[in-house]
């Protein structure tokens, strides 16, 4: 005798689904962050989700999967938001500084966010090979373009573009990444708010009067 699921179980189920999958993400971040995928054990993320194990290979079919949905939901989020700032409408100069107020409002929303990076870099060169293509090369390329159409309309000084990128994104990203280190030189919580806060403004300050030809002209 068939059986059929009541369409209000079905929309009951599907809320849970979401908060299921979601809380494994959040564990299976701080997990990968902490020890990389090697060192990741399935038993530990599905504790700290609160979940079976079972759960995680019924979302995610193994621990390398999850590991790339991790980084996917960390990566699409952002490239959501860096293309919005690039196809804004403005000069080169506005354009540059949204991008650069996307990436570190991102970075500070999402703390585990550069360890993950990280140890993506150091893990299976395959892996970094196939988000560089994904992610991080259009990315860097709009911004290469940026610069350069700043460079041409006179508003940015005449530098290397891919240089300038390369320091842009290291001068937002070095601050998260060795957070330790910054916590102990400046004996405060590179976190907190009052120095998030002044970092960015340091940040969008360094870029105005380092590439911008008339820093203190107002932004179109």
Known sequence: MATHTHPHTLVSRQPRGV????AIL???EHIFAEVGLAGARTDAIASAAGVNKALLYYYFNSKDALYRAVLEAH???FRARAQEAFGAKGSARSRLLAFISVYFDFIAAHPHYPRLMQRLVMADERQVRRFA????L?????????IDAGISSGELRPVDSR???FSLVGMTVYYFAAAPIVRMVSEGDPHGAASLKRRRREVLDFIR???FREPEAPLS
């Open 138 to 146: 259009p990315l860097f390329q709009r911004l290469v373009k940026v």
């Open 163 to 165: 240089d300038a990128a």
């Open 26 to 28: 959040e564990a299976a």
């Open 19 to 22: 908060e299921t999958r979601a």
């Open 133 to 136: 293509r994904e992610y991080f």
């Open 75 to 77: 990566l699409e989020q």
């Open 209 to 211: 009067y380092g590439l």
